[in-house]
């Protein structure tokens, strides 16, 4: 027990050290901060391999240390939701650890994603025909109204409004990040050769890690979204951009690593 907390805690020490290494060697960087990088790599290792708890407090010392490198702060809690919450979230990943699931039932989450993309899809296209009806005949009517209808008219036309402007965007987004999340899965679920969804464990950190940054910029990055574009939806669109593409680049070289790690130090799946 003694020698595998030691072992626990030295690897947890190396794969801090290799991230940071590792954050240098961008692949690509985001104009109001966040980085493409391998950085996510050991850390996703260390959660595989020690599990969900082990694996988020290496993540929250990472994010602690990892600030000193490349600190940017406007408020303390978007400090911790930036830097030790969103590697700490990392640490997700080792829910992998306690699931086994063969590769067709990885493919048929894939599946199910990619379907639940596709109806979401064809849902708000469906949506914008009739918005754009609906606005010509509140457009007419306005002409006419009066007092409080006149009003209620305006608040349903900037409704509509908005539909029109961010729902081609927002279709997009859905179907990139639909198709995105079902390569993942079925990559991984062709190169794995353990029992372990290797795949969703690193899929459900990236996740955890992009939604700490979401809340993030929701709350405190809002200024930097273009006129007009909700918050919500300039946070998810410019995170998105920074962990999913990162984590995708990722998952591979886990798939390779890990079993011939686990192998090397003998233990067998």
Do not use: C
């Amino acid at each position: 027990m003694k020698n595998s907390k030691v072992q626990m805690l030295t690897e947890g020490g190396v794969s801090i050290a290799l991230a940071l290494i590792l954050w240098y060697l961008k692949i690509g960087e985001m104009p109001q901060g966040g980085s493409i990088s391998l950085q996510m790599l050991p850390l996703f290792i260390f959660a595989l391999r020690w599990g969900v708890i082990p694996g988020m407090f290496v993540g929250l010392v990472y994010g602690f240390v990892h600030s000193l490198q490349d600190m940017y702060v406007v408020h303390w809690l978007q400090y911790l939701l930036d830097y030790p919450i969103a590697f700490g979230l990392i640490g997700l990943t080792g829910i992998a650890k306690k699931i086994k699931l063969s590769r067709l039932g990885t493919i048929l989450i894939a599946i199910l994603i990619l379907i639940g993309t596709f109806y979401l899809y064809a849902n708000i296209s469906s949506e914008l025909p009739q918005a754009k009806s609906k606005l010509s005949e509140l457009q007419a009517k306005l002409e006419t109204a009066q007092g409080t209808e006149k009003e209620d008219i305006q608040k349903e036309i900037k409704d509509l409004e908005f539909k029109l402007n961010w729902y081609p965007i927002s279709r997009i987004i859905i179907l990139a990040a639909g198709i995105l999340g079902f390569l993942l899965l079925v990559l991984g679920a062709y190169m794995r050769k353990t029992i372990e969804p290797i795949e969703i464990g690193i899929t459900l950190g990236g996740l955890g890690r992009l939604f700490a940054h979401f809340l993030s910029g929701i709350i405190f990055f809002s200024q930097y979204a273009p006129p007009g574009t909700p918050p919500w939806l300039y946070s998810l669109v410019y995170n998105f951009f920074v962990v999913a593409p990162s984590t995708f680049i990722t998952l591979p070289i886990v798939l390779i690593i890990y079993p011939r790690l686990q192998k090397s130090l003998g233990v067998e799946k």
